[in-house]
Nanobody, 123 residues
Framework: QVQLVESGGGLVQAGGSLRLSCAAS????????MGWFRQAPGKEREFVAA????????YYADSVKGRFTISRDNAKNTVYLQMNSLEAEDTAVYYC????????????????WGQGTQVTVSS
């Protein structure tokens, strides 16, 4: 029922910035909590950031606090991840995911997932 499509990934040098977007289908985006997760080769998928239905509550992994910002525009059915001061360790496939209302940090609590977008940071 919910389709999520990520975009905005690419190749950047360390210290650079990217903004990822996740566009959602459906009529009830304003009721979704949204999360960003990432997975690097040989590693498990890990939490990056999450935002509740209204944008009033956000969570960040310790590794990205102060560098990444999650935001949403409910009028556009879109959630964003602004990534600044990128490091080689940020290289991964980034996924957005959705669930109802409340933001959480565990991937098994999310119901729908996008296809992912590659972010590569050169050192």
């Amino acid at each position: 029922q919910v389709q999520l499509v990520e975009s905005g990934g690419g190749l950047v040098q360390a210290g650079g910035s990217l903004r990822l977007s996740c566009a959602a289908s459906g009529r009830t985006f304003s009721t979704y909590a949204m999360g960003w997760f990432r997975q690097a080769p040989g590693k498990e998928r890990e939490f990056v950031a999450a935002i509740n239905w209204s944008g009033s509550i956000t969570y960040y992994a310790d590794s990205v606090k102060g560098r990444f910002t999650i935001s949403r525009d409910n009028a556009k059915n879109t959630v964003y991840l602004q990534m600044n001061s990128l490091e080689a360790e940020d290289t991964a496939v980034y996924y957005c995911a959705s669930r109802s209302w409340v933001a959480v940090t565990t991937d098994n609590e999310y119901d729908y997932w996008g296809q992912g977008t590659q972010v590569t940071v050169s050192s």
